[in-house]
């Protein structure tokens, strides 16, 4: 059965410093990668998707994925207060109906 | 961002209480989902839909839920008898079947209490 961990558990960092998140899961075969934000008791925002070993930027994210280390990343360039919020990573296979499994996610607060 | 439409946003239910929840998909996306987060952020998969059929449902939600995805009607999921373990952000999210991709988009979501 997938696992799915992030870490840190919980971020702080100040605005406009770079800030690094990590997911590892345990399905080598997992070709299908998300992050995702949920601003407080709110729905998910997807951010990025990644399915091949290298890089994905999408604006201020970027997602690194290696699998073969069962690691995923993502990097937020120049954070803002606004992006404070709890960041999930999410791990599939491409078909459809596939099933997410989502890590516990890494709450992150951008200090003005 | 998502145009997944989640009603009501917020329903409080004594136990044993039927608790009904309604998602309106994107337009186009024939892929369904729900889940269920708790308070711990943790997710639990309850089902999908790929048009109007089960694609997957766990056992509790087809012991103790009720769901459908009609054509031209919202999707629905109904709490038949309500527990307050069920209280939780319920998600639902919708997406294009593969190849072309299958993104789930989530609405915001439907907190219900169960008092």
């Known amino acids: 059965q997938q696992k799915v961990q992030q870490s840190p558990e919980s971020l702080t960092v100040s605005e406009g410093a770079m800030a690094s998140l990590n997911c590892t899961f345990s399905?080598?075969?997992?070709?299908?990668f998300r992050w995702y934000r949920q601003h407080s008791a709110k729905g998910l925002e997807v951010l990025v998707s990644?399915?091949?070993?290298g890089e994905k930027e999408e604006g201020r994210f970027t997602a690194h994925l290696n699998r073969a280390n069962l690691h995923v990343s993502l990097h937020i360039r120049e954070p803002q207060p606004s992006d404070s919020a709890v960041y999930l990573c999410a791990v599939s296979m491409i078909n459809a109906g596939a099933k997410l499994t989502f890590g516990g996610g890494t709450r992150l607060t951008v200090r003005p | 961002n998502s145009k997944v439409i989640q009603t009501p946003r917020y329903l409080v239910k004594g136990q044993g209480q039927k608790a009904k929840m309604r998602c309106i998909p994107e337009?186009?996306?024939?892929?369904v989902f729900w889940y269920q987060q708790n308070k711990n952020n943790e997710f639990k998969f309850l089902i999908n839909?790929?048009?109007?059929?089960?694609?997957?449902q766990i056992d509790m939600t087809e012991k103790r839920f009720s769901a459908e995805c009609p054509s031209n009607s919202p999707c629905s999921l109904e709490i038949q008898s309500s527990e307050a373990g069920d209280s939780a952000l319920y998600l639902c999210?919708?997406?294009?079947?593969?190849?072309?991709?299958?993104?789930?988009?989530f609405g915001e979501g439907s907190r219900l209490i169960v008092v």
């Open positions: 999210a919708s997406s294009l079947p593969s190849p072309s991709g299958n993104t789930l988009y």
């Open positions: 990644i399915f091949s070993d």
């Open positions: 337009k186009g996306h024939p892929v």
């Open positions: 399905d080598g075969t997992s070709n299908n």
């Open positions: 839909f790929q048009n109007q059929e089960v694609l997957q």
